[in-house]
């Protein structure tokens, strides 16, 4: 009996890593540290007061938010990768895509809470796709480019992301016949959290008072 305890709480200590480990890289709080470094300011007390990455583009400039952008995006990639780790222990409770979703949502979560920027963080777009660039690189791909499309011309970015989540879910309940229960309900889910997280800057949206990226204008200039 003793020896089956032990088995069974390695095996759950096998299984809890990898979901600690995709909350702590999800928690990486890359645009507040970066501002924190390079500008010695606290990007969470300007701006629209977010800490991600059109929060960044806005307050730093376009080289500082695509290098948070990267870094964000980064932190779901890896978290799916986590998966692998799961998978070499022999041990499962579920499929193996429903673990690489369940890690890539953990980082979202992460993002969105993390423990390392007194649980104030973003709104977990970027680490989003960043899940999905590692699970359906086409439809990230897809997503990503009807987020542009829709910033160059509006030059809303929030509207960009609300296009973007709406895309990923319309590409894997329509547009891609073999996707699996799981994933459906990932962008189900996903869709919901970024409607909700995104709910001000809806409401700044149909008001007209939405702040818009202003193309060319002069950045901080770093410490």
Same mark, same amino acid.
């Given at each position: 009996?003793?020896? #089956? ?51 960044? #583009?806005?307050?730093? $400039? ?59 963080? $973003?709104? $977990? ?48 309940? #329509? ?40 193309? $060319? ?7």
């Amino acid at each position: 009996m003793e020896l #089956f305890i032990a088995a069974k709480k390695d095996q759950l200590m096998q299984m809890l890593t990898p979901v600690l480990l995709a909350y702590l890289i999800g928690s990486i709080p890359s645009a507040l540290w970066i501002s924190r470094i390079f500008f010695k300011m606290d990007i969470r007390e300007h701006g629209s007061k977010n800490m991600g990455a059109s929060n960044t #583009f806005r307050l730093l $400039g376009p080289v500082y938010g695509v290098l948070v952008l990267l870094l964000d995006m980064g932190k779901g990639w890896v978290a799916v990768q986590l998966a692998d780790q799961v998978e070499s222990s022999g041990e499962w409770f579920m499929d193996f895509s429903l673990w690489q979703l369940l890690l890539g949502l953990i980082a979202v979560v992460g993002h969105i809470f993390p423990v390392f920027a007194g649980f104030r963080g $973003g709104k $977990g777009v970027a680490t989003l796709f960043g899940v999905v660039l590692a699970i359906q690189p086409w439809t990230a791909l897809i997503s990503v480019l009807a987020f542009l499309l829709v910033v160059l011309i509006t030059r809303y970015i929030s509207l960009g992301s609300l296009t973007g989540i709406i895309v990923f879910m319309a590409c894997v309940w #329509f547009a891609w016949q073999d996707q699996n229960l799981y994933l459906r309900g990932f962008s189900l889910i996903s869709a919901v959290l970024v409607v909700l997280l995104h709910r001000s800057n809806i409401l700044r949206l149909l008001k007209g008072t939405e702040n818009k990226i202003q193309w $060319g204008n002069k950045r901080r200039k770093p410490h």
